[in-house]
């Protein structure tokens, strides 16, 4: 199993900046993909941002330019740094990781809430 625990959110005005952190542990060894999706208030959860197991990073279009997702590996953390924040990104953001075990299980963080003010 995976255990993922978001931290990081809170209230920010439009055009600053937030730094939201996930604490991955368990069995990692064959982990596909993990990163970030989101939820905002009456949509679906759309993704977000994310690493490959080789390392290759990607983000959504609508947070291009603005999010970057890094890793940290002596801290098993995966980060995402939320710039030019605007009302839009208000929602609650979820950390997961898609492991293949050997069948794919995907686990989730609890979500943290950001809001953005305008």
């Known amino acids: 199993q995976v255990q993922l625990v978001e931290s990081g959110g809170g209230l920010v005005q439009a055009g600053g900046s937030l730094r939201l952190s996930c604490a991955v542990s368990g069995r990692l060894l064959n982990i596909i993909d993990l990163g970030w999706h989101r939820q905002a208030p009456g949509k679906e959860r759309e993704f977000v941002a994310l690493f490959t197991r080789d390392d290759t990073s990607t983000v959504a279009d609508s947070v291009k330019g603005r999010f970057v997702i890094s890793r940290d590996y002596a801290k098993s953390t995966v980060e995402l740094q939320m710039n030019s924040v605007k009302p839009g990104d208000t929602a609650v953001y979820y950390c997961?990781?898609?492991?293949?075990?050997?069948?794919?299980?995907?686990?989730w963080g609890q979500g943290t809430q950001v809001t953005v003010s305008s």
């Open positions: 997961y990781a898609r492991v293949s075990e050997p069948w794919v299980n995907t686990y």
